[in-house]
C-alpha cells in the first residue's frame, strides 16, 4: 500500500524533539570584529548556516532573539546586515558583558518568548556561545548549540567549547538537521517551508565549495 499521509502529529509543544511550537532562536555575537578572530570555522560557512536559521526561524514563525555586546560603548558594530536582513522586526539587544545570560533584558527577551527548548548560536563557541548556555542549563533549560553556525579563535577552543557544553547538558545539533526536525514529514502541507530553504541552501552551498570558501 502506498504511503502518501502524514503520520499524527504528536503534540508540539511537549514533544521532546524540536518543534516550532517549543522553540526559539537565540544569536549572539554575530559582528564583524567576532569574525575577524575565528579560525576554526570560515565567513561564508558560518553565515550560510546562520542565515539557514534565519530562515527556518521565519518560515515556522519560531521567535528569535538577537544580542551584540559593546556597540553602545562604541567598541563594536552592530550584527552582520546580511543577517539582520533576514530578520525583519528583531531589534538588537546590546550588552557590556561577554556572557549574555548576565544582561536583564536579554534574560527577558529569551523568557518573553515562553520557550524553555532554546537553539542557540553565537561567536565566539568558547565565550559568548559557552557561558549562558551553562547559565541557562543550571537553571532548567534545554539548549541546542548549532554547531556549524559557530566559530572560536582555534579548532581547539571550539571543539573544547563544545565538549563542554555536552557534558553539562547541552544538545549540539546542525542547521539542517534543525530544519528536519521542524518539518519532521514530507507528507506534511508545511514541509515545503522546510524545501524552499533547501533549495536556497544546497546551490549556495554548492557554490561556496566550488569557491574553495568552504569545506
Not at 38 to 46: A, D, L, N, Q
Not at 64 to 91: F, H, Q, W, Y
Not at 152 to 181: C, K, N, W, Y
Request: glycine fraction near 6%.
Amino acid at each position: 500500500m502506498a504511503k502518501t499521509q502524514a503520520e499524527p502529529i504528536r503534540d508540539p509543544v511537549t514533544d521532546h524533539l524540536l518543534t516550532p511550537e517549543n522553540c526559539a532562536l537565540v544569536l549572539i555575537d554575530y559582528q564583524p570584529e567576532q569574525y575577524r578572530t575565528v579560525t576554526s570555522s570560515t565567513v561564508e560557512e558560518i553565515n550560510l548556516n546562520v542565515i539557514a536559521l534565519c530562515r527556518l526561524a521565519r518560515a515556522y514563525d519560531i521567535p528569535v532573539v538577537v544580542s551584540t555586546v559593546g556597540v553602545d560603548m562604541g567598541v563594536n558594530t552592530g550584527t552582520a546586515t546580511e543577517i539582520m536582513a533576514e530578520l525583519p522586526g528583531v531589534t538588537e539587544i546590546d550588552r557590556t558583558g561577554v556572557n549574555a545570560w548576565e544582561d536583564a533584558d536579554f534574560r527577558a527577551a529569551v523568557e518573553a518568548t515562553g520557550r524553555r527548548k532554546i537553539v542557540m548560536a553565537g561567536l565566539w563557541t568558547e565565550v559568548c556561545l559557552t557561558f549562558p548556555t551553562l547559565d541557562m542549563l543550571a537553571e532548567g533549560y534545554q539548549v541546542y548549540p548549532v554547531a556549524d553556525a559557530v566559530g572560536g579563535i582555534s579548532h581547539v577552543a571550539h571543539d573544547q567549547a563544545l565538549e563542554r557544553m555536552r557534558a553539562a547538558g547541552a544538545t549540539p545539533i546542525t542547521a539542517i538537521q534543525f530544519g528536519s526536525e521542524l518539518m519532521r514529514n514530507w507528507a506534511r502541507e508545511s514541509s515545503q517551508k522546510f524545501r524552499e530553504v533547501l533549495q536556497w541552501y544546497f546551490p549556495k552551498r554548492f557554490g561556496l565549495m566550488k569557491e574553495g570558501k568552504i569545506r
